[in-house]
């Protein structure tokens, strides 16, 4: 089984930033790439962005233009550069491995299929 850790978490100031890394023990080749999400306390976990084997990418609403995510297969790693940091940002941090799932009717989707164990982001004003 193919594990994820991520690293990079911490606390910073508003405006400030933090780059954190997954890394993951094994080569993970799906479609639906590899995607970080979020949890702040109280909160329903969120999708935050989602990095393809072609390297593009997307982005909640809420981090686009601020947020980018990479990925170096050699390193088997993926990165979430996170600038102009805000309280709002303050979450533990998941990196997820993602698979396709068939419907009945072959209808394809994407779901996180294997998560880290999450680094906390904590942004204090």
């Known amino acids: 089984q193919v594990q994820l850790v991520e690293s990079g978490g911490g606390s910073v100031q508003s405006g400030g930033s933090l780059r954190l890394s997954c890394v993951t023990s094994?080569?993970?080749?799906?479609?639906?790439?590899m995607s970080w999400y979020r949890q702040a306390p109280g909160k329903e976990r969120e999708l935050v962005s989602t990095i393809y084997p072609n390297n593009d990418a997307t982005y909640a609403d809420a981090v686009t233009g601020r947020f980018i995510v990479s990925q170096d297969n050699a390193k088997k790693t993926m990165y979430l550069q996170m600038n102009a940091l805000n309280s709002g940002d303050t979450a533990v941090y998941y990196c997820?491995?993602?698979?396709?799932?068939?419907?009945?009717?072959?209808?394809?989707?994407?779901?996180?299929?294997?998560w880290g164990q999450g680094t906390q982001v904590t942004v204090s004003s």
């Open positions: 094994g080569f993970i080749i799906s479609a639906c790439g």
């Open positions: 997820a491995a993602n698979e396709r799932r068939f419907t009945g009717l072959g209808i394809a989707s994407c779901h996180p299929n294997i």
